[in-house]
């Protein structure tokens, strides 16, 4: 992903994409995450994971 900053874009990294294995290890929560660059959005999508054995 890429933000403009001062006329310039560079790639950035976003801290909260890194909050989806505590989703997944602690809630059991299956996280994905689409940047839609032409419609300037974000779809997140969030399951439960079936139980575990």
Known sequence: MSRSNN????????PY?????MFHDK???D????????????IIRMNKVEARS
């Open 17 to 21: 994409i890194t909050m989806t294995p």
């Open 31 to 42: 996280v994905k995450v689409d940047v839609d660059e032409e419609h300037k959005g974000v």
């Open 27 to 29: 809630l059991d929560i």
């Open 7 to 14: 006329g310039g874009s560079e790639a950035v990294r976003d």
